[in-house]
């Protein structure tokens, strides 16, 4: 009978420990801040020239460190060296007219002290003075731009870093605003991790981050620096006909949503090499 006893007490003891550890892996799995949804990303810049025409020559290659002013690519300058010749003479022109009708309006001006010309007259050589002054403006503005195209046709690193994907070669024909190569700017790795919605109340800003590369190797450490506040809601999307197109879901089974939460690094190995992209894992302390 005793037997019997521990036998059923040693039954209960182990199904009381199952239940507990069902429930702890339960509660881990669930809300313990941890997701295998992460990437290591960083600043990437876009490069793209402010003027068009064709590449004359290319100063930078493929995975090369720069420098910020660091010159990257010039573009032919022959048509941006006569347009500014041409906006200079301009302005010289619109110069000399206006030194011209302020000499003449002054000399009716004294003529007008006398009464030998009419009033009329004066404001109307005043007036072209007022206009000549517009056209020099006009030219000295036409020429600041010709100017900033001119110095355009050279191309400049705007910050420092690595060059990242370029195809640019000499002959190149390139236009206004569309780029051309992108810079992963130096220093900028961070961690993105898409953590399910039952795990926010866990996470919170400056909480120590531990990071696992999918390539393996040492952790990274990190901290919470930002978390996100607003993410894309499908069942706003309207048709044709702008009516709302709610999506179909289960009553019994609901996916929670995950919220992109950024983690800046603390110190990188120098043998880790860090790639804008690839996978990792992320557990919040």
């Not at 521990?6 to 507990?20: E, N, Q, T, V, W």
């Not at 780029?179 to 993105?192: D, G, L």
């Not at 607003?230 to 009553?251: C, G, R, Y």
Request: aromatic share 8%.
């Amino acid at each position: 009978m005793p037997n019997k006893k521990i036998k059923s007490l040693l039954s209960a003891i182990i199904i009381a420990l199952a239940i507990f550890s069902l429930y702890s892996v339960w509660q881990y799995y669930f809300y313990s801040p941890w997701t295998r949804d992460a990437r290591i990303r960083a600043k990437i810049i876009t490069i793209a020239p402010d003027v068009s025409g064709f590449v004359t020559k290319v100063y930078v290659k493929d995975i090369q460190k720069v420098k910020k002013g660091d010159l990257i690519f010039s573009i032919d300058d022959e048509r941006y060296v006569a347009d500014f010749k041409e906006k200079e003479a301009i302005v010289d022109h619109a110069t000399l007219e206006l030194k011209l009708a302020q000499q003449k309006y002054n000399r009716r001006k004294k003529l007008g002290k006398s009464g030998s010309i009419s009033r009329e007259e004066l404001d109307d050589y005043l007036m072209a003075v007022k206009l000549k002054k517009a056209a020099v403006e006009k030219a000295k503005a036409d020429f600041l731009t010709a100017e900033i195209n001119l110095r355009r046709t050279r191309v400049y690193a705007p910050i420092s870093g690595m060059i990242n994907n370029i195809s640019l070669r000499q002959g190149n024909f390139v236009t206004v605003a569309k780029p051309v190569m992108s810079i992963v700017k130096k220093n900028s790795f961070y961690v993105t991790g898409y953590f399910e919605e039952t795990k926010l109340p866990n996470i919170k800003i400056g909480k120590q981050a531990e990071i696992q590369l999918m390539s393996g190797g040492e952790p990274l450490y990190g901290h919470v620096i930002s978390i996100g506040k607003a993410i894309a809601d499908n069942n706003t999307d309207v048709n044709s006909q702008l009516l709302p197109k709610i999506q179909q879901t289960f009553d019994w089974v609901r996916l929670s949503k995950r919220i992109p939460v950024d983690i800046s690094l603390e110190v990188i190995p120098k043998d880790i090499n860090l790639v804008s992209g690839i996978n990792a894992t992320v557990k919040i302390q």
